[in-house]
């Protein structure tokens, strides 16, 4: 068993090595290395035939007309995109968004509200969901976008999709819904969810990092306003010479992640069971989060007694994302954990576990017995 153990995959994927394989082939000399919107030769024909392929794949997925497909270069710039571009043009509007979003969506609303656009902020309940009624409360007259993460990257609770996207349609509004932690780890069908922009990312699905897709919904017809100007790609709505290598390598990740979900999510379920029976024997563990309405490879655990910090450092074999940590050089807690009721105390003790395609039986159970042992050592020393 390799050390340390990963367990991480909510924070990015190894790229598969099927899709390595397939993205090498759109790199050399001897490959399809051609610019796809050089329509004059063989060379650009070819990489236009491998993106148009992949936006096939990608649009499989979730259930897509491939023309909604939007290559973008992460799931940040989708949501930039998406969120910045449904607003564009619009008088006096206001958006709904959730105090537990991506910072991608936070900090995209947050730059909004500096332009003069209005927010309304929804808290989520304990389980980290927001329902469809606080949605409704929320709508205005000028409401013009929603947005809405699929799954919370932190707690892995799912949100209702479906339900508040019938009502947004009913309104004429559009919904936007960060899907970067959901693609690949549960069903995400658009023709089944009435959503109107939708986030994905290739790193997030065993595919290469710096390359994602924003859903653009086509009937009825969603605009959006472009939010990188250039030489027109992308329907106009995101312009920049396409990177064929990443963009082959996510359609294969995706269309990988298809093939295999529902034994993927049985087999991420098995490994969330063994994990959390190994844990069984520890006293003062909470699980944060919904324990129903949730992904089965993200887990969020507090621990009695015990700061997250210090749990971290001592297990030194597991790769593991601490909940109570921002990116800031100064350690505050999480604002998603913070969002959920848990006071500063109570969120400095979580941890996130996230398991993935390459997770197995003996990284499970060896990950609870160093939880086990390491927290039960750092308790008899308080």
């Given amino acids: 068993m390799k050390k340390p153990v990963y367990l991480d995959y909510a ?10 394989e397939e993205m090498f082939k759109y790199l050399t000399p001897d490959g399809v290395f051609g610019n796809p919107a050089s329509r004059s ?3 650009g024909w070819q990489a236009e035939a491998a993106v148009e392929g992949a936006r096939r794949q990608v649009a499989g997925l979730i259930h897509a007309d491939p023309r909604e497909i939007v290559w973008t ?29 991506h910072k991608a969506v936070l900090d995209t609303c947050k730059w909004l509200e500096g332009q003069g656009v209005d927010v309304t902020w929804l808290k989520p309940g304990t389980d980290g969901r927001i329902s ?4 409704e409360d929320a709508l205005r007259d000028n409401t013009v976008l929603v947005s809405l ?6 707690l892995g609770c799912l949100t209702d999709i479906a339900a508040i996207g019938a009502m947004l349609r009913e309104r004429g509004v559009l919904f936007h819904v960060d899907a970067a932690q959901a693609a690949g780890k549960t069903e995400v069908d658009v023709t089944a969810m009435p959503v109107d922009l939708l986030s994905l990312s290739g790193h997030k699905v065993y595919g290469p990092k710096g390359i994602g897709a924003l859903y653009v919904r086509r009937s009825p017809d969603v605009r959006i306003g472009s939010q ?34 529902e034994q993927e999510m049985a087999m991420l379920e098995s490994l969330r069971e063994r994990f959390l029976s190994g844990l069984e024997s520890l006293d003062g563990v909470t699980l944060n989060g919904s324990t129903e309405h949730r992904v089965p490879g993200i887990i969020n655990l507090s621990f009695d007694g015990v700061d997250a910090e210090s749990l971290m450092l001592g297990l030194r074999e597991l790769a593991v994302s601490s909940g109570s940590a921002c990116a800031s050089a100064t350690i505050e807690p999480s604002f998603v954990l913070k969002g959920i009721g848990l006071d500063d105390e109570q969120a400095h003790r979580a941890l996130r576990f996230s398991f993935g395609r390459f997770s197995t039986a003996e990284e499970a159970d060896f990950a609870a017995a160093q939880i086990v042992d390491v927290v039960t050592r750092l308790r008899s020393v308080r």
């Avoid at 924070?11 to 390595?20: F, G, K, N, Q, R």
């Avoid at 993460?149 to 932190?154: H, Q, R, W």
């Fill in 73 to 101: 270069s992460g799931a940040t710039e989708s949501d930039n995109l998406a969120i910045k571009g449904a607003v564009a043009g619009r008088e006096n509007p206001h958006v709904v968004t959730s105090v537990v979003e």
């Fill in 228 to 261: 990188i100007h250039g030489g027109g790609h992308e329907r106009g709505m995101r312009s920049g010479t396409l990177p064929t290598h990443q963009i082959a390598a996510m359609g294969k990740a995706f269309e990988l992640a298809g093939e295999g979900l």
């Fill in 11 to 20: 924070a990015t994927t190894p790229v598969d090595p099927a899709v390595a």
């Fill in 132 to 135: 469809r009624q606080q949605v």
């Fill in 149 to 154: 993460m699929m799954v919370n990257n932190e």
């Fill in 41 to 43: 030769h063989a060379f």
